[in-house]
């Protein structure tokens, strides 16, 4: 169930709700044996719960030496249970969250648009709660995501009618990503900034 309220041509607040009910959805798993493997399986169901709400508004409205600018927001809060208590699987939580699903998710953004110049940019935040990255069997804890801030910046401008060029740096905070075992941290590391630069044409 969603509800747009625009307040002009480029602008709009939304309200969402919505109910998902999962058959058989694929997890991945850490199988404990004489190698700790990672693998996937089907579990019967799922049932997925959450609210959003999503925003963009121009920032002309605070001054018209703001025209051109856009702040961008998204909010989501869900809900996930897997229930297993019927089954014989090796999992070792019988009722969890469905893995891979965060209990939220927010993304923040800040867009530049000048049509007469032909340039463009975009500054974008997001972040997703703690999640199970792999669920655990054999009496093993579930093994959790944690957090992972992201900021990313990408600028466009056009050479011509039919030709751009595009730079694009991702992960400028470089955060650690963190995942833990029964509250215990079993990896971590940096995945580091990436710059590309990309030059396209429309035939």
Not at 3 to 32: C, H, M, Q, W
Not at 158 to 182: H, I, M, P, W
């Amino acid at each position: 169930l969603r509800y747009d309220f625009f307040l002009s041509k480029d602008e709009v607040l939304s309200f969402g709700g919505f109910n998902k009910s999962i058959e058989n959805p694929i997890e991945a798993t850490r199988i404990i044996s004489t190698a700790t493997k990672r693998s996937f399986q089907n579990v019967p169901s799922a049932v997925v719960r959450g609210i959003e709400v999503e925003g963009r508004f121009a920032l002309r409205r605070l001054s018209p030496y703001l025209r051109g600018i856009y702040f961008n927001a998204n909010y989501a809060r869900m809900s996930s249970s897997v229930d297993l208590s019927e089954t014989q699987g090796a999992e070792t939580s019988r009722e969890r969250p469905l893995q891979g699903q965060s209990p939220y998710l927010v993304n923040l953004g800040l867009e530049y648009d000048n049509k007469k110049w032909g340039l463009s940019s975009a500054l974008s935040y997001n972040v997703a709660g703690a999640r199970i990255s792999d669920v655990g069997d054999s009496g093993a804890p579930d093994v959790y995501e944690k957090p992972f801030h992201q900021l990313d910046l990408t600028l466009q401008k056009k050479l011509s009618r039919k030709a751009s060029v595009r730079f694009k740096v991702r992960n400028l905070l470089d955060s650690e990503l963190r995942r833990t075992q029964g509250g215990l941290p079993v990896r971590s590391f940096r995945d580091g900034a990436s710059f590309s630069l990309s030059l396209s044409s429309k035939i």
